[in-house]
Structure formats: C-alpha cells, structure tokens
C-alpha cells in the first residue's frame, strides 16, 4: 500500500502532463495562426479608407461647416506647367472648398490656361464636392501678395503652398485635422530655425535651414511654401504688417514666408507645428539652390527683429505624426 501510492500518484500526474501537454501546443496553435491571420488581416485593411475591420473604419463624420473644408491659397510665377501639375492633383483631395491662384504677373491669364484648369477641375473633382477655383488678380509683382486679404473666403484655414511643391492628398488631410486642433497656430511641413549668433552678441541671429534643424530636431518657423494657418493671419498681414518691412520684401523678392512666421508668432506667442508628410518637388530650379541663400534669410531675420523690436520666434521640439502609420506605438 505504502509503494503504490506514489506510483497512482507520479502516473496521474504523467498522464495529466500529456494532457496538459498536447492540448496546450494545440491552443497555442491556433492563437498563433489567429494572430497571423489578424494582422495579415489589419495590414490589408489598415490603409484603405473605404473598407472596415471588425467595423473599425478609421473614418469619421466629416462637417461640412466652414471649419471642416480649407481652400488652398497657390503662389506661381510664369510655371504653367507646374501650375497645371499642381492643380490637377490638388482638385482630388478631400475636403478642399476652394483654389486661389495669386496671380502677380503683367498678363492676365491667358484663355487656354483658363480653359484646361476648369477642364480639370471638372474632370478630376471627386464626385461628392465641387471645388472652385478663382483667380486672384495682381497689379503689382510683389511676394506680398501671397497674403493679401481675401474677402470672399469661405473657410476659415488656408493651405499656403508654392507652384513647385506637390503633397499627396493623405498628408495635406493629416496636416489639416492637425490645424483643426490648434487653429491659431501655422501648421506645415518645412520646419526652420533661428539660432543665437554668438560671435555677433545680444539679439542677433542666424538663419537655420534644413540640415541644423534636422541635426538638432528644434525648429521656430515653418514656412508658407507648404503651411495651413487661419485666415485671420492674411488679414493681419495686410493691415499690420510694418509697411517698411513689406517695401523690403518687394525689393528683395524674399523672406515673405519668415515675415508670416514672424507675425504668427507675434500674435500668439507659441511655436509652429512641424507635421511629417511626404514631398514632392516638382519643380528643379528653387531659390534655395541659389548662392547665398542662407545669408540673405538671416539679413531678414534680423532686419525683422528690428521692425517687430524683440524676437518673436519660440522654438520647440515637437512633430505631429500620423498614429496610423508609425509602426508598434
Ligand atoms: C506684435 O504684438 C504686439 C503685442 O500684441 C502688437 O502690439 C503689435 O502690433 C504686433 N506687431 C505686428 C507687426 O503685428
């Protein structure tokens, strides 16, 4: 009796093991196909708007009240090509109201361009909004017209953007339900910097372009080639900015973007929001790519502290990403 019962004991304790055994292995199994077929699943569905996963879409009502829709503000200078690029592939994003072209050249525009933009605005226009489009008429060239006033502008965001510059449509929305969050603030996706310029003393600056900004992560403007801001700011440009730093940016034919930084954050106090999205330049020759470049910026920037009489600028570390799209968290 004494032996027998370790021995009933260890065998029923064995068999439970087997059992254990087998039936876990099998569990684990088919977790582990699960989870496979799940996230073949989520992967497949993850970028497609239209279809769900277990009912989750990723979409949401969109309003069509003012604040829900943005009109694209485009600045061109004798492109037609780009211009034309441009627009027909803006004209397919969701949620645009409306095109203004700013128009500075001495000709008006000419009927056939006129002719093949409403072409393709009609053509390319998704079936469930109608986007207008509306030539801005300049007498004067000046990069001052980018921000002139519009009077008959229905919504209340404005997406700021250069001729030579392309966005797919996924990260001009991103960047718009961003500015949705914190519409005082320029949202864009070229970020610069100002940098204390030691070797010159007190309240005097250098410009940072791209690669100080990418070294560092830190960034106080982001620039008009590519920003949503609210269009109180055009207003604000128009009637309050100084008139003598608009001569100089006339007559320099630059520094128009950091001027719109400048005002910004004068009126708010708080840095720009630097969002991620893809680029695509579409036009080569930038005035970036000239000489001297970086040099003329700071002249600006420091010219613009004298006017505004302190720097406005607030720098700041801080990037919106789109949570969908970067990986685990
Ligand atoms: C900058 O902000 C100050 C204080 O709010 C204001 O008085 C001034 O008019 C602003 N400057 C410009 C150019 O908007």
């Known amino acids: ?72 503000v485009i600045n061109t200078w004798k492109r037609y090509d780009l211009l034309k690029k441009s ?34 605005m009609r053509s390319n226009s998704r079936k469930d909004q109608q ?45 718009f339900t961003v500015w949705q969050s914190a519409s005082d603030t320029m949202v864009g996706y070229v970020p610069r910097m100002h940098w204390v310029d030691q070797k010159k003393g007190e309240n005097k600056y250098k410009y940072g372009g791209w690669w100080s900004v990418w070294w560092t992560g830190t960034y106080s403007m982001v620039l008009s080639k590519a920003a949503f801001f609210h269009k109180k700011y055009l207003k604000l440009y128009t009637d309050e900015m100084p008139a003598s730093l608009k001569e100089y940016i006339t007559k320099n034919r630059n520094c128009e973007d950091i001027a719109m ?22 036009g080569s020759t930038g005035i970036s790519s000239l000489g001297g470049h970086s040099e003329r910026r700071t002249e600006c920037v420091n010219k613009f502290v004298d006017e ?15 949570s969908r799209y970067s990986w685990f968290w």
């Open 308 to 322: 505004f009489g302190r720097m406005p600028l607030v720098p700041t570390v801080m990037k919106a990403v789109d």
């Open 261 to 282: 930084s400048f005002l910004v954050a004068n009126a708010t106090d708080a840095p720009p929001i630097w969002v991620k999205g893809k680029i695509f330049e579409i």
């Open 131 to 175: 986007v207008e489009l509306v030539f801005d008429i300049n007498k004067e060239d000046s990069l001052n017209n980018r921000f002139k006033e519009i009077k008959d502008l229905k919504t209340d965001a404005v997406f700021s953007i250069d001729d030579d510059v392309i966005f797919p449509c996924t990260s001009v929305e991103f960047a």
């Open 1 to 72: 009796m004494r032996g027998s019962l370790p021995i009933s004991r260890r065998s029923v304790f064995k068999l439970r093991q087997v059992g254990i055994g087998t039936l876990g292995s099998a569990k684990i199994k088919i977790l582990l196909c699960g989870c496979v077929v799940l996230s073949l699943l989520a992967i497949a569905n993850r970028n497609r708007d239209s279809s769900s996963f277990m009912g989750w879409t990723g979409d949401f009502d969109r309003s069509s009240s003012p604040r829900g829709r943005y009109s694209i």
């Open 87 to 120: 627009i027909s592939h803006y004209t397919s994003c969701p949620r645009l109201d409306s095109i203004h072209i700013v128009w500075s050249e001495p000709d008006p525009p000419s009927d056939s361009l006129k002719r093949y933009l409403n072409h393709v």
